[in-house]
């Protein structure tokens, strides 16, 4: 496999091959070529996509020793144009070069290992072996690996038997014993690695950490690097501005300023709360003062089933008293009578045959109507039924 040109020359585009064999296997085609550009899924790294042709590539796998090109179309046989994918092949080279630099800088800074590596179309993740990692380690380990990436250090590819290998400051013990490719960022880290990478860690461009959190004992840190760092930073630049607008405030007071405005929103809460208590007092007492007899019927403004039942309490706290509270399609029940009514009952026999959906206890229930029709009804009824009361 190394002398495949994905290996030789990673920023390879375009490479003209011959079809050494070409089968239809279910609804795609398999295909072998003379050489290739196209990176098989291994090592972390996922395949590349791209066009043999008018193909497309749709996956790329190594078996018996042969790289295979999953495409969706027939390939003619003879020479053919391969074209790669390469915002996918880069992002891919970005982020594999820039996990060499973080694990080496958790490795060599604090001792933590690299157990896991995900390079994901989203996101991408190691997992490093301690169970947790401060803030300002992150931030320092962060500015560590940019500090490398300033420097554009130079990232040599190269091979060596297993005596050679041994001699090296490995970070992980390689797979194999013999033509083992080693990835080494001169002075940070050497690498038994079958991926591509970088030539140098300027290319990278940027590293940030974007979130780090709990894993199997483990830490897994989220992280981003060149293009993808940089359309985050656009995105999220975006997001401070626009909010920095709404808010009239200079970013530094952002963060200050929306705490005051949630903590003002709170207070604003419990304060309307509290007026709609007091106003629900003085409607409750006008309705008991001006009602005939023991039932209270009173359709609210709002369609709120809170503000319903609020007002249903404060009614049954003046005394004894059956109150049908109506509030948009629903109707709220309650009562402080010294009888056997129970309203939950009530909505049962009375509101489900006319298709309300509801139910409750003895003292307060409520009932919702998709049909005002229906609603009207049930209002006409209980009209006449609360005469009794
Ligand atoms: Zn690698």
Known sequence: MLHHRYYTDPFLTQLSAEVVDARPMGDTYHVVLTDTIFYPTGGGQPHDTGWIDAANVLDVFEEGGQVIHVVDKPVPPGPVTLRLNWERRFYHMQHHTGQHLLSAVFANEYGWATAGFHLGENYTTIDITTPHAEEHVLAQVEQAVNGAIYKDLPIKVYTAEREEAAALPLRKMPTVDTGIRIVEILGYDYSPCGGTHLESTGQIGLLKIIKAEKYKGMTRVYFLCGERAFADYSLKHKLVQDLSNTFSTAVPELAAKVQGEVDLRRGLEAEVQ?????????????????????????????????????????????????????????????????????VGKLVQEYARPLGGKG??????????????????????????????F
């Open 359 to 388: 139910g409750g206890s003895p003292q307060m229930a409520q009932v919702f109507f998709n049909d005002p029709d229906n609603l009207r009804k049930f209002r006409l009824f209980l009209q006449d039924y609360g005469e009794q």
């Open 274 to 342: 509290n007026l709609q208590n007091r106003v629900f007092h003085y409607v409750a007492k006008e309705l008991t003062a001006k009602a005939r007899g023991k039932f209270i019927h009173h359709v609210l403004e709002s369609d709120s089933v809170d503000e319903a039942q609020s007002l249903a309490r404060h009614i049954t706290a003046q005394g004894e008293y059956f109150a049908a509270i109506e509030a948009g399609s629903r109707v709220v029940l309650a009562h402080s009578l010294e009888n056997e009514l129970h």
